[in-house]
């Protein structure tokens, strides 16, 4: 979703005609040297920050862009052309700022654009400023601040007829409501930015718009929409020479044929994606679709081919992230806060100086007394520094403890999963090996060989649902509390659903999605599974009821069914399975009850902080 963002932001320059050939360059070179006036000189200024930014160099934007702005603030001049130029310059700059992801000098360039355009006033330019502010809190992880912009955005569009800029803020608003798990507003916000890109005629908008909606029908298990918006985008695609867009619908459309287990119809459109990922340099792009071809490899019985894919995924999504660029950022942050602590010194240096040459003109007794004052002043102030500097070492050192710790707590719960399911799905190929061998004997009793079948059948089901599992617990990505509620969803209808078991769902966080603890996520996947597994070997249940509440800092689970029910008091002590539920939820500072009486039901709750 970030590349998306960044493409569809950087394409609403497309209303900006094409960029100059090198001798228009020089000619507007040679303008801005011989500009007659203040205006001349920031309109020029304008044309080449423009056309730098489209050739691909925001930071040769940004510089012409303040060039004009700062000719125009020491202009004496002021009036209706004054202030459109200064409009245009702070647009330029603040994307400059956003297409090198300086998402908060963006953001006050943005503000200063919608001042000028408030003075004049332009609604049109108003509007799109406070749109592109949207989008830059959105990048910045400020979900709230980015849906409150986008919507006062729209207020302000809609003074005008319908235009690109409000197609734009719906188009962001679709993406801020899936993100947040909303997928019914999703939708109708993507709706809305697709009629209106129709209406324009912006083909290459609307394209990106029909893939979203796929996206967020997927997302919903409504396929048939989501195949529908696939072709449609097909079809579109005819009209233009969009590599990236290529990619984005090739994966996905491969999706969507290996979910109906079509991998033949999915590998070569993966092996285009894969071959325009790395022609981009789009290592996200690239990483997804070795995943997918992957799964596409394991569908097709091609084990080694899958695996060669797993580890090429792995390194793209490692290199994609980047750590030399995380600490390169880090360096210039701490260049950046020794400059500005020894300008605070120089300062304090400065004042000191001052205070001393003035203190002598008092007498000796007051130079003496001034010199002692400075003394212990400067050993207190080299002591604070010293502390505080020992403190900041202290600090990072322990950030650096935690993350290390979480990561090492993450490999072990995956280890440990791993392990796990492994010895699971071995025991379970065990058997199917021994009832293969009984169902070929038992080939002159047809009954006992149908019952083998049966079982291996079974066994077989039980193993796909287990690899499944052993993909969403070791996937980072799904380390999220939407994550969670997805794979909630899907536990109940595998294990109730598929048993002919009715159920009711009532899953959703009051958060924007966020990270969850590998451990915890582990534990609630096992309670929600050894619960639907006693409802389906004990309760003779009809109806079930889940509830799953993810609220700031705290979850809650409802558990209900309509079944025979037990004696609690008479069951105390038995089976390790209950035990093992209240085991680890107390683990993570929560606490389990069961609450059940003989052909009245059985109630589970569960609450506790979220981690």
């Known amino acids: ?139 910045m992880g400020d979900q709230r601040g980015a849906l409150e912009m986008i919507q006062r955005a729209m207020k302000v569009l809609a003074q005008i007829p319908p235009g690109p800029d409000l197609a734009n803020c719906y188009h962001e608003l679709g993406i801020i409501q899936g993100e947040a798990g909303m997928l019914d507003s999703a939708m109708r916000a993507y709706q809305e930015a697709a009629r209106l890109y129709k209406e324009q005629g912006n083909t290459h908008h609307l394209a990106n718009t029909y893939l979203s909606l796929s996206e967020t029908f997927f997302e919903a298990a409504r396929w048939a929409e989501a195949d529908s918006m696939q072709e449609l985008t097909s079809t579109m695609m005819e009209q233009m020479e ?20 079509q991998h033949a119809a999915a590998l070569p459109l993966l092996d285009s994606a894969l071959i325009v990922a790395r022609e981009l340099g789009d290592l996200n792009l690239e990483h997804h679709t070795l995943l997918l071809r992957s799964m596409a490899h394991t569908q097709a019985g091609r084990s080694e081919a899958a695996f060669i894919d797993q580890l090429a995924a792995r390194e793209a999504h490692a290199e994609d992230m980047d750590l030399e660029k995380v600490r390169a950022t880090e360096k210039a942050r701490s260049a950046f806060e020794h400059e500005k602590e020894l300008a605070v010194q120089q300062a304090r240096t400065a004042k000191e100086r001052w205070q001393k040459w003035g203190a002598l003109g008092m007498g000796i007794l007051a130079v003496v007394l001034a010199l002692m004052v400075y003394r212990s002043y400067r050993a207190k102030s080299a002591t604070a520094e010293a502390l505080a500097r020992k403190n900041d070492q202290i600090q990072r050192a322990q950030a650096e403890l935690i993350k290390s710790e979480k990561q090492r707590e993450a490999e072990q719960v995956r280890t440990r999963i791993a392990r796990d399911i492994h010895d699971e799905i071995g025991a379970t190929l065990t058997k199917i090996a021994l009832l293969s061998g009984v169902a070929m004997r038992g080939i002159t009793e047809p009954s006992e060989a149908q019952r083998s079948f049966e ?18 617990a070791v996937d980072p990505e799904r380390d999220t509390r ?21 159920f009711q769902l009532d899953l959703h966080t009051d958060l924007p999605d966020g990270p969850i603890a590998p451990a915890f996520k582990r534990d609630l996947h096992l309670v929600f599974n050894e619960c639907f597994n006693n409802i389906l070997k004990h309760a003779q249940a009809t109806n079930v009821r889940v509830q799953f509440h993810l609220r700031h800092g705290s979850f809650e689970l409802k558990v209900e069914d309509d079944g025979i029910g037990f004696d609690t008091a008479a069951a105390t002590g038995n089976g390790n399975g209950t035990r093992n539920m209240k085991v680890r939820i107390e683990q993570h500072d929560g606490r389990l009850t069961i609450n059940s009486t003989p052909g009245k039901g059985t109630l589970l709750q569960a609450h506790g902080p979220l981690t």
Request: hydrophobic share 40%; with cysteine.
């Open 242 to 261: 969009d590599p990236s867009l290529f990619g984005r619908w090739a994966v996905t459309r491969s999706r969507s044929l290996l979910r109906m287990s």
């Open 482 to 502: 939407q994550g969670m509620l997805e794979h909630v969803r899907d536990l109940a209808q595998r294990a109730l659903g598929e048993n002919g078991i009715q």
């Open 455 to 472: 079982r291996i059948s079974d066994h077989t089901k039980r193993l796909t649902r287990t690899l499944s599992d052993v993909v969403w």
């Open 1 to 139: 979703m970030r590349i998306l963002a960044l493409m569809l932001f950087l394409a609403l320059v497309n209303t900006i005609p094409p960029r100059c050939t090198a001798q228009e360059m020089d000619s507007l070179h040679s303008a801005l040297r011989t500009a007659p006036d203040d205006t001349s000189f920031a309109r020029t200024a304008y044309y080449l920050a423009r056309d730098h930014f489209r050739s691909g160099a925001p930071d040769s934007a940004i510089h012409y862009g303040r060039l004009g702005a700062a000719r125009l603030a020491s202009s004496a001049s002021l009036g209706t052309q004054h202030e459109f130029w200064a409009t245009q310059l702070w647009r330029i700059r603040g994307m400059g700022w956003f297409a090198t992801s300086r998402f908060d000098s963006a953001i006050v360039a943005f503000q200063q654009m919608y001042r000028s355009a408030e003075r004049q006033p332009i609604v049109k330019d108003m509007g799109a400023a406070l749109s592109y502010q949207g989008f830059a809190l959105r990048q």
